[in-house]
């Protein structure tokens, strides 16, 4: 068929066949289908905005309970802290800094120089506390996330695990290449219910106290031990729970009996090698020390923890004595960290943390002065 023929039949068609087409194609498409089409493509929009809302709110720990903030570490007279919804922050010299936003990530631990954080991808990221220089040195490729823990002489294990197939394991890495030194275990499996875990145990600057269990492991009774010598005479034991938050001392509830109605004294652990046992006056926290002393908040005195701001104690194991440092402002204190010279604390429920100084008669701490009440703005 030529063009010409093709031309003088579409010219020969008949105008109503035309006109029917038409009306055909109009009731194809009905106006009420645009508003569906923009309804549809909103709905696609506000989702994305929905899930991306989501994912932020979820990376600043807002679908979670607890405190706003938590007491930190004091490294080389520098206090390092982690606030809820903002991240690890940095105070020095009554000056504050954010290392860290809490969005980029999912724990934090300090080593010698640097601060290790892992994120969201199961990668550990390591920053240089000179330079806040910052570089990933860990990744697992089947790894769904990673905890950690840094060793002394700044070496780290991981703990890899991998939720989707329901296993894990460890690694011993270098805490500055992130070369991997040493598979500590095999692919453990989340239901391995015959595997047998270690003792617990709790290193005390270089004291390693073993907790070895009495009796059935299901009751959770334990003798603590050091070097397999028993710290408590028969009869005695302790749960394996802790009953204070720093690194330099560890104390435990002693029960005398067959269950935990009957707490008599309270085992205390220094780093340097001494240990008392201290009569049950009450269950306090401690949560720092200065020489020998203890310093702890008591949770149990609502005089002592309340809103009329009082609450930090000094006890000497050496002499039995027990005294208030006085404060000269208003505080209630949740929880704090200490060195000889700084006592940083924070309340619960709030974002704000405070710097005091500790003020002495001789060697004995009296007193606190405070020298900024909102360290984090």
């Known amino acids: 068929m030529k063009a010409n023929d093709l031309l003088d039949m579409i010219g020969n068609v008949d105008d109503n066949i035309i006109e029917e087409a038409k009306q055909k194609k109009k009731a194809i498409l009905p ?24 994912n932020i709110l979820y990376r600043l720990d807002y679908f979670k309970l607890g405190c706003n903030t938590l007491s930190g570490t004091i ?8 606030v809820r919804h903002s991240g690890v922050w940095r105070y020095s010299n009554g000056k504050a800094e954010k290392l860290i936003g809490d969005y980029w990530m999912r724990g934090y631990a300090l080593g010698e120089n640097c601060l290790y954080y892992d994120d969201y991808s199961a990668n550990l990221h390591r920053i240089d506390l000179q330079t806040l220089k910052k570089k990933k040195i860990y990744s697992a490729s089947d790894a769904t996330h990673i905890d950690f823990s840094v060793k002394d002489g700044g070496n780290v294990i991981v703990t890899v695990y991998n939720s989707k197939k329901r296993y894990y394991y460890e690694v011993l890495i270098d805490g500055e290449t992130g070369e991997v030194l040493e598979r500590l275990t095999d692919k453990i499996s989340y239901d391995d219910t015959d595997r047998s875990d270690a003792d617990p145990h709790y290193i005390i600057g270089y004291r390693d106290i073993v907790l070895v269990p009495i009796g059935e492991a299901s009751e959770r009774k334990y003798m603590p031990t050091e070097n397999g010598k028993a710290l408590l005479p028969e009869g005695s ?14 104390s435990f509830v002693v029960y005398n009996g067959s269950d935990a109605s009957e707490e008599s004294e309270v085992l205390i652990i220094f780093a340097d090698g001494k240990t008392y046992l201290k009569p049950k006056e009450e269950k306090p926290f401690y949560a720092g020390t200065i020489g020998h002393i203890l310093l702890y908040v008591d949770h149990d005195d609502p005089e002592n923890y309340g809103s009329d701001g009082s609450g930090i104690w000094c006890y000497d194991p050496d002499s039995k004595e027990k005294w208030q440092l006085n404060i000269n402002a208003e505080y209630s204190f949740y929880a704090f960290t200490n060195d000889d010279v700084m006592l940083y604390s924070c309340e619960p429920w709030n974002h704000d943390q405070a710097a005091w100084k500790i003020v002495y008669e001789g060697n ?11 360290i984090t703005d």
């Open 31 to 54: 106006r009420w289908t645009k508003w569906l089409a923009t309804a549809a493509c909103l709905c696609l929009v506000l989702g994305g905005i929905a899930a991306g809302t989501f």
């Open 237 to 250: 034991w302790v749960s394996d729970s802790i009953c204070n938050f720093c690194e330099e001392v560890k």
């Open 364 to 374: 004995r701490p009296v007193a606190l002065q405070l020298i900024d009440d909102k």
């Open 75 to 82: 490294v080389d007279d520098q206090y390092y802290y982690f």
